[in-house]
């Protein structure tokens, strides 16, 4: 049986017993509540593209996840294309399993194609009000910087007028890959500040940040201020290798990102967004659904996302 066949079966059997299965899940007993683990942590479902959608919502509880954010990409548990039809059924069985499902993440560049309305439709069938952009615009290094940041401007103008229309909000990331527009906030918060956060904001990549602005992130981030809607927890290194200082990703804790003065200056500009593990060291950002197991040995897996979800409760406890 090949991939996309096994795939596809996988995909059947979840929409044919979703609600009985969501049940079995429910009964394995309540998610951990914010007391439990210090912090309301949610955990990025690609993570666990490695198994189907059930049992995904099952590991993400047992290991104390508060919440998931689905992916709805190419290669994830729910393609773009059918994001009417999985994304509710399986947002739906989170919440019967006692966790929270308040954010996707979506190819989202332009409000004005078919595909970014149908994922905002999708989005506000399943109740799901925030979905964070999951590709940067580019700069081209030949041409003007600032006509092109005013050309992304005029993009996500199209994305906040789609978005008004759905009544969701989309989170652009801030990547640390040079030539990311928005990468380090400052070259973008002019921008951005000209819209409704309740359409587009920022989603706030603890790692990347760091990596984009060195000592510079609080300012950085006080700054964004209400602009930012989500956050993406991650830690890093810097390592010399063939391409030259690049960041290696690291758990949390072990790297340059101070993570309880991040979570203290967030309480301090009043956020109340999705907090998100993003556990890219080990292999753990994970591979498209279907191609296999986890990267690591799955005792190993739960013992490097369970401690890293603790180190995160740990610094919001010391924030």
Not at 190 to 197: A, I, L, T
Not at 221 to 228: D, E, F, P, Y
Not at 266 to 285: C, N, S
Request: net charge negative; aromatic share 8%; glycine share 12%.
């Amino acid at each position: 049986m090949d991939k996309q066949t096994d795939t596809a079966i996988a995909r059947r059997t979840f929409l044919g017993g979703a609600a009985a299965m969501a049940a079995s899940v429910a009964a394995a007993g309540p998610a951990m509540s914010p007391a439990d683990t210090g912090a309301p942590v949610g955990i990025y479902s690609r993570h666990l593209q490695w198994t189907g959608p059930l049992e995904a919502i099952v590991v993400a509880k047992a290991l104390g996840f508060s919440a998931i954010e689905w992916s709805v990409r190419p290669g994830s548990h729910i393609e773009p294309a059918n994001a009417a039809r999985d994304l509710p059924r399986i947002a739906a069985a989170t919440r019967a399993a006692g966790l929270a499902a308040p954010m996707i993440t979506a190819n989202i560049l332009d409000g004005d194609n078919p595909v970014t309305r149908g994922i905002m439709e999708a989005c506000r069938a399943a109740d799901i009000g925030l979905i964070r952009g999951g590709v940067a615009y580019p700069f081209e290094p030949e041409q003007d910087r600032q006509a092109q940041i005013e050309a992304a401007g005029r993009r996500i103008a199209t994305v906040a007028a789609a978005a008004r229309t759905y009544d969701v909000a989309v989170a652009f990331h801030t990547y640390s890959t040079p030539g990311a527009i928005g990468g380090g906030i400052w070259d973008l918060l002019p921008v951005m500040q000209r819209f409704d956060p309740a359409q587009v904001g920022f989603n706030y990549d603890t790692g990347h940040v760091v990596a984009r602005t060195g000592q510079g992130w609080s300012d950085a981030l006080a700054a964004a201020g209400r602009h930012i809607l989500s956050v993406s927890a991650k830690d890093f290194l810097w390592a010399h290798g063939p391409r030259g200082w690049q960041p290696e990703w690291v758990p949390v804790g072990t790297g340059m990102v101070d993570m309880p003065g991040h979570l203290q200056l967030l309480r301090q500009i009043g956020f109340e967004g999705p907090l998100i593990l993003q556990a890219e060291h080990h292999g753990l950002l994970g591979r498209d659904y279907g191609e296999g197991g986890p990267a690591v040995p799955r005792v190993e897996f739960d013992q490097l996302l369970r401690r890293d979800r603790e180190a995160l409760a740990a610094a919001f406890s010391n924030s």
